[in-house]
């Protein structure tokens, strides 16, 4: 009930144009709507008073509806809340963003592909839906990783060929959504020069990053990072070639570590303007083998709720 944001509304007009809409991933959860059958009225009173009285069930989300006044009780002080709204006193807050969504995989190869033996970590992106959230994660349609909260997990690939990655995401109401990529594993890779193996980008605080957009679902294609916090630090590994390797990165061609060093890690200030940038990546081998990769990371204000 912590993160949730809460918005009073004029409740009559945006109710029935709740129940007219045609997107459930946009239907609000409205406070007092037990019945969940997305209007407030008279019959939720009933329905609620009788859940109070132990005659009723409600549902999961009847149940998050029932705590109407948010007092995380429910008890006759809701059943007024519902009557004062139903009676054109009052209003009912409601809740968006419940259902459960996701996003994509990404996984943390950034070549693209694995080879045989690697032990590839995917995680999710951006899952939403009322907290807390659950993932299930299946490889050519057989579960991998039982349902849990972590919304990563890795996988070590015995053999070439393409796969098929699945997660699943589970909002508290047990409502899902899923999402598949395609993911190659090869024998080798052909380079003689180094690779960008993977990259990470986590919040100075550790929050990780929130991403969209990964072209093809496995290559990373844009970073959407959230102005949340000062700094992100950037960590990458390196491949192929002949290690070890040496690192430098610019920002929107600004170089940030002035020559090439053995530090795979960066820190990024965010304090900059919303929209595109570009972080690019240099590594050099031990043979003197470059290789620069770009990539795009897009600045935007933290979404609410
Ligand atoms: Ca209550």
């Known amino acids: 009930m912590k993160r949730i944001t809460s918005i009073l509304v004029i409740a009559v007009i945006l109710i029935s144009a709740a129940a007219v809409s045609a997107s459930a991933e946009r239907t609000p959860l409205f406070m007092g709507d037990v019945s969940q059958d997305h209007s407030v009225n008279m019959e939720d009173v009933t329905l609620l008073q009788r859940y109070i009285a132990e005659i009723s069930k409600l549902s999961k ?10 007092d995380e009780k429910i008890n006759m002080e809701d059943v007024v809340t519902v009557q004062k709204f139903v009676a054109r006193i009052a209003e009912v807050p409601y809740i968006i963003g419940t259902h459960a969504q996701i996003h994509g995989i990404m996984s ?27 993932y299930e994660f299946f490889v050519d349609g057989k579960l991998v990783r039982e349902r849990k909260e972590s919304d990563e997990f890795e996988y070590k690939f015995d053999k070439e060929g393409k796969y098929e990655i699945k997660a699943v995401v589970y909002n508290s109401f047990d409502e899902t959504a899923e999402t598949k990529i395609e ?50 630090n950037v960590t990458v590994e390196a491949f192929m070639g002949k290690g070890p390797y040496e690192y430098r990165f610019y920002f929107d061609g600004e170089d940030l570590t002035g020559k090439y060093s053995s530090e795979n890690s960066v820190k990024i200030n965010l304090r900059r303007e919303h929209g595109g940038h570009t972080l690019t990546v240099k590594i050099k081998d031990d043979n003197g083998a470059e290789t620069s990769e770009d990539i795009p990371i897009f600045l935007t204000s933290a979404p609410r709720g």
């Open 183 to 232: 993911y190659e594993v090869v024998k080798s890779l052909d380079a003689d020069k180094p690779l960008l193996k993977s990259i990470d980008l986590s919040y100075a605080s550790g929050y990780k990053y929130f991403a969209t957009d990964c072209e093809s679902g496995h290559k990373f294609y844009k970073f959407e990072v959230y102005d949340i916090e000062d700094y992100l």
């Open 108 to 134: 943390n190869v950034y070549s693209g592909k694995a080879t045989i033996g690697d032990t590839v970590k995917f995680f999710v992106i951006d899952p939403r839906g009322y907290k807390p959230l659950s």
């Open 61 to 70: 989300r009847g149940l998050v509806a029932a705590d109407a006044n948010q």
